[in-house]
């Protein structure tokens, strides 16, 4: 699997399963490194082209995050959140209702609910 650069960014695109197997959740999308040197995002492929946008937004800014490591989880997310927005709207309440309506993305946010913030 190659990998893109965007922005410096090596960016590798997957679907699903591969993504959990990399990061142990089912996420979207997942920086790893952030704010720091060399950062890596992983991007689930087998999503819309517009929610792929806004999540690469949003991974993008974790990885270029320079406040990253001294912030609240909930302070980072909701940064993110707005690139991810700003970058495409659509894309980022598509999904939103990606997220609600999947029992694994469900439990990934129960999971982050009680444990991080």
Not at 29 to 35: D, E, K
Not at 82 to 110: E, Q
């Amino acid at each position: 699997m190659n990998p893109e650069f965007i922005d410096g960014v090596r960016v590798f695109r997957a679907d699903k399963d591969e993504i959990r197997k990399w990061t142990g959740e089912y996420y979207f999308g997942y920086t790893s490194n952030p704010g720091g040197v060399n950062p890596v995002i992983w991007l689930r492929n087998d999503l819309p082209e517009c929610v792929q946008a806004s999540v690469l937004a949003h991974e993008m800014y974790h990885a270029k995050d320079s406040k990253f490591h001294s912030s609240s989880l909930l302070d980072r997310e909701v940064r993110a959140n707005i690139a991810g927005v700003k970058a495409h709207p659509l894309g980022f309440l598509l999904g939103i209702w990606l997220s609600i309506t999947d029992k694994d993305r469900l439990r990934l946010y129960l999971n982050r609910l009680t444990k991080n913030f």
